[in-house]
């Protein structure tokens, strides 16, 4: 299976500032593979960007994803209080694996 | 706008069989893949198995002897049965859409169900 790994554990930033999720894969993951998923408290989660970086309807464009191999990213400009919740990312290459997840609290 | 609403029971005993269904309302059933994924209080995600409309399943691995899924287009509806259970089974079970952009290859998840809290306790 493909490990990927989430960093920071957590994220506190204040609104109006950029957050900046990694998402680490244990082997190189072909075809940009990888979705990005945000779940706020007690919601199911919601997708926001799939193959690395095209976002997923109706998503802002303050969200954008980049990324390739081993190495992806997630950016979230202009935070909103919207957006303070906990962040997955997924690889879809080999089988499916989600990361642990990355928590962006208001500082 | 596509919903998905999942049912089934709250509380299971250890070495029960959990049965959950999943309503699809606004979208077509046999035009889409489907799938569950599960998250245990406060852990990530996991996913449980998804399937074509045509009847291929995938399942996870590490949950394959335990898991049946069924479909019923009449209803609009499909199905889950996880057996043997036990504490390790407690999870917020989601059912998904599979989205329309990913192919059965590549899937990854387009809409999600409110989710159910299982439970497994005696």
């Known amino acids: 299976d493909i490990v990927l790994t989430q960093s920071p554990g957590t994220l506190s930033l204040s609104p109006g500032e950029t957050a900046t999720v990694s998402c680490r894969a244990s082997?190189?993951?072909?075809?940009?593979?990888v979705a990005w998923y945000n779940q706020r408290p007690g919601q199911s989660p919601r997708l926001l960007i799939y193959?690395?970086?095209r976002r997923a309807i109706g998503i802002p464009d303050r969200f954008s994803g980049s990324g390739s191999e081993t190495d992806f990213t997630l950016t979230i400009s202009r935070l909103e209080p919207e957006d303070f919740a906990v962040y997955y990312c997924q690889q879809y290459d080999i089988s499916v694996t989600f990361g642990g997840g990355t928590k962006v609290e208001i500082k | 706008q596509v919903q998905l609403q999942e049912s089934g029971p709250g509380l299971v005993k250890p070495s029960d069989t959990l049965s959950l269904t999943c309503n699809v309302s606004?979208?077509?059933?046999?035009?889409?893949?489907w799938g569950w994924i599960r998250q245990a209080p406060g852990k990530g995600l996991e996913w449980i198995a998804y399937?074509?409309?045509?009847?291929?399943?995938k399942f996870n691995p590490s949950l394959k002897s335990r898991v049946t899924i069924s479909l019923d287009t009449s209803r609009s509806q499909f199905s889950v049965r996880l057996s043997s259970l036990t504490a390790a089974d407690t999870a917020v079970y989601y059912c998904?859409?599979?989205?329309?952009?990913?192919?059965?290859?590549?899937?990854?998840?387009?809409?999600w169900g409110q989710g159910v809290l299982v439970t497994v306790s005696s």
């Open positions: 399937f074509h409309h045509g009847g291929v399943t």
């Open positions: 082997q190189s993951i072909s075809g940009g593979y």
């Open positions: 193959g690395a970086s």
């Open positions: 606004d979208t077509s059933i046999t035009y889409y893949h």
């Open positions: 998904v859409r599979l989205s329309g952009s990913s192919t059965w290859t590549h899937p990854f998840f387009d809409y």
